[in-house]
């Protein structure tokens, strides 16, 4: 997949018409910020696209409680602890600058970055391993806690009051932008060396390279000067003593924070996540589309959408950040329904056709029932026959619907159309008559399944590419819309003295537990509802939630001058 250049801030800023035109200075300033963010996003992003093989050489020879516990706490580390590196490095931008802190920031997290590659593995140096591997990701959350808010805060106090939405618009680009670095970067040292010998060296590469990164941006951001509105701050001996204390510890701060959290990021960051990371889990775990597809898909639409983020930064300049980020909302709570059903439709007719036509039911009685939900796969789920049903179709990403049997603990019965299957009682059987007994279940249902029309995968050629495009170009394009104002908007709800603070957790919080836990609970409450499309109820009703908040509390802030 080919992203778009990294020197995009340059290329576009140079290219606005001239009433828009941005100073050498300016330019140096968005040029610099955006590439250290895209750099730190890069670094964040790797360990998700590397993260099977990172399990097997990091966990492989832990007990089974051990790795379900180490599994559980590194992938929630690098989101769990960004607000904590917001409220750090917050704290430290308020008080010393926004240019030393975010340096510090981005060393953070390249040397956390380049420890990865260099960590041995679990057969070297046995649990350490792991151990060190959760601290080096809550060290990359840390740092990216506190790099955001620094560079939206330090490329907004150097632009001009009436182009701070377009000037912060290409910080909002960098996530998008570091994950199509680390994309390419994966993607090349696999070409080169192998897959054999990327699973077992090769995929340090990725991270050991991140140090020329590293040193390339912070050699830029050296160049740059404190942000303008700072240094005069601080000549006017205006600084806050405790930024932490004014921020949150008094209400008329804290209720604007809560504001800007529950009326605008909490909504926007379920959006991101859905337009670019569960549309693409969507599509590979329940439309069984595979993952090299999948990749070049949602890559094309971003590619396309991309720069959507700077038109939408320079609309709120003209018409105000509320409305854009708002009506985003309310265009993905309202579509997301169908915009998935279409999704279902185009990548795979096969599959969509067969749910029509042979609709799955589980009967059962719900109090032998389990949550289906493992997100390591530990679970057996084969204590009663209604968990060896839901077990195997939630497995297999197949749809279907709750049905409770007449009879109280009564047995279960899977219905593939009007094919029932009997599941057996395994509390009953021997430890090998359950286990023959659960393969001739899931032989029988598969049989049936398939007689039915269910592919075991999404067929390419029947793929309607340039539908699915344009159906996840539109779900990217609701994210430029609340995102591309937001850094603009976070900017103009706070003061100087405490700005860096302030805008910073609620953002973390909103992106980093809202967010950043949206794939592991909309998967859960699919795995509960046998539905798949259930869990967009979770983004839906945040979306809305943040509607509303937003639309009663969230002040129009794009008129406001912030050099005072």
Request: glycine content about 10%; proline content about 5%; overall charge neutral.
């Amino acid at each position: 997949m080919s992203p778009p250049p990294i020197s995009i801030a340059a290329d576009d800023v140079a290219q606005l018409p001239k009433h828009h035109q941005a100073t050498q200075g300016e330019r140096k300033v968005i040029i610099a910020s955006s590439l250290g963010t895209v750099f730190e996003w890069y670094d964040f992003f790797l360990y998700g696209l590397l993260a099977t093989i990172i399990t097997s050489q990091f966990f492989s020879g832990v007990n089974e409680t051990t790795g379900f516990i180490f599994a559980l706490a590194t992938f929630a580390a690098g989101f769990a602890v960004r607000p904590f590196g917001a409220l750090v490095f917050g704290r430290l931008g308020d008080l010393v600058g926004r240019k030393y802190t975010f340096l510090v920031t981005m060393g953070l997290m390249g040397i956390a970055t380049f420890s990865v590659g260099l960590l041995p593995s679990y057969a070297a140096i046995g649990v350490a391993a792991p151990l060190i591997l959760v601290l080096l990701r809550m060290l990359q959350g840390l740092a990216l806690g506190g790099e955001y808010g620094g560079a939206a805060t330090y490329v907004a106090e150097h632009a001009p009051n009436n182009r701070r939405g377009l000037y912060t618009s290409f910080i909002q680009t960098t996530a998008t932008l570091g994950l199509f670095l680390a994309l390419l970067v994966v993607i090349g040292t696999r070409l080169v060396v192998g897959e054999d010998a990327f699973k077992d060296w090769g995929w340090r590469v990725p991270f050991l390279l991140s140090v020329i990164l590293l040193g390339i941006s912070l050699w830029i951001r050296m160049q740059l000067e404190e942000s303008p509105v700072f240094r005069r701050m601080k000549e006017e001996g205006k600084a806050s003593k405790a930024p932490l204390t004014e921020a949150f510890g008094q209400w008329k701060n804290l209720k604007v924070v809560l504001v800007a959290l529950f009326g605008a990021v909490a909504g926007q960051a379920v959006v991101w996540y859905t337009g670019q990371f569960y549309a693409l889990f969507f599509l590979e775990k329940m439309m069984k589309v595979d993952g090299a597809t999948t990749n070049i898909l949602i890559a094309i639409a971003l590619s396309l959408a991309t720069p959507a983020f700077v038109f939408f930064g320079w609309l709120s300049d003209r018409i105000g950040r509320k409305p854009i980020i708002l009506g985003g909302l309310l265009l993905a709570a309202a579509t997301y329904f169908p915009l998935f059903d279409a999704l279902q439709r185009y990548a795979n007719p096969a599959l969509y056709a067969a749910q029509a036509a042979a609709p799955v039911t589980v009967t059962a009685d719900p109090a032998t029932c389990s949550v289906q939900f493992d997100p390591v796969g530990k679970s057996k789920f084969d204590s009663s026959g209604c968990d060896i049903a839901k077990s195997f179709l939630a497995k297999s990403g197949i749809n279907y619907r709750n049905v409770e049997t007449a009879v109280p603990g009564g047995g279960a019965e899977v219905r593939v159309g009007d094919t029932p299957i009997a599941v057996a009682n395994p509390g009953t059987l021997s430890a090998d008559a359950k286990k023959a007994a659960i393969e001739a279940f899931q032989a029988e249902t598969k049989a049936a399944l398939k007689a039915a029309g269910y592919p075991e995968k999404a067929d390419p050629s029947a793929i309607n590419k340039p539908m699915v495009v344009l159906i996840l170009f539109v779900m990217v394009l609701y994210v430029t819309m609340v995102y591309g104002p937001i850094a603009a908007l976070l900017v103009e709800l706070f003061p100087t003295n405490i700005r860096y603070s302030s805008m910073s957790l609620p953002y973390h919080i909103g992106n980093g537990w809202f967010g950043g836990f949206l794939p592991t609970i909309a998967f859960a409450m699919v795995a509960a509802s046998g539905d798949i499309t259930f869990g967009l109820w979770y983004p839906i009703g945040i979306a809305v939630m943040t509607f509303v908040v937003g639309l009663l509390f969230l002040p129009e802030t794009f008129r406001r001058n912030i050099d005072s």
